[in-house]
């Protein structure tokens, strides 16, 4: 069973940074894509970004192209967030989303979710 670790949320103010961290342990197979998605009170999960290992079809959330950015270090499984400018309307519950292929089947792993809230 695939088990993802989550860090890097936290308290910021308006205009500040912060950086997600992912990290993939006891992967069967192969990691294809990676993910973050996240989730504000009363309203439903939406994708923030993601990306192909391979680094082809990166795509992003409207509300935060310019200011996120996703990456992936394929050595260690781990995939990153960089949030930058970050806004009051970025506070959220963020979640890690890691699809596998492994003996033909694809499968779907989420993390247990970071808290990041945004001060005005």
């Known amino acids: 069973q695939v088990q993802l670790v989550e860090s890097g949320g936290g308290v910021v103010r308006a205009g500040g940074s912060l950086r997600l961290s992912c990290a993939a342990s006891?992967?069967?197979?192969?990691?294809?894509?990676m993910a973050w998605y996240r989730q504000a009170p009363g309203k439903q999960r939406e994708l923030v970004a993601a990306t192909q290992t391979t680094g082809e079809n990166t795509r992003y959330a409207d509300s935060v192209k310019g200011r996120f950015t996703i990456s992936v270090d394929n050595p260690r499984n781990t995939v990153l967030l960089q949030m930058n400018r970050l806004e009051p309307e970025d506070t959220a519950v963020y979640y890690c989303n890691v699809w596998t292929f492994y003996h033909w089947k694809s499968a779907e792993y989420w993390g247990q979710g970071t808290q990041v809230t945004v001060s005005s």
């Open positions: 006891r992967v069967s197979g192969k990691i294809t894509a």
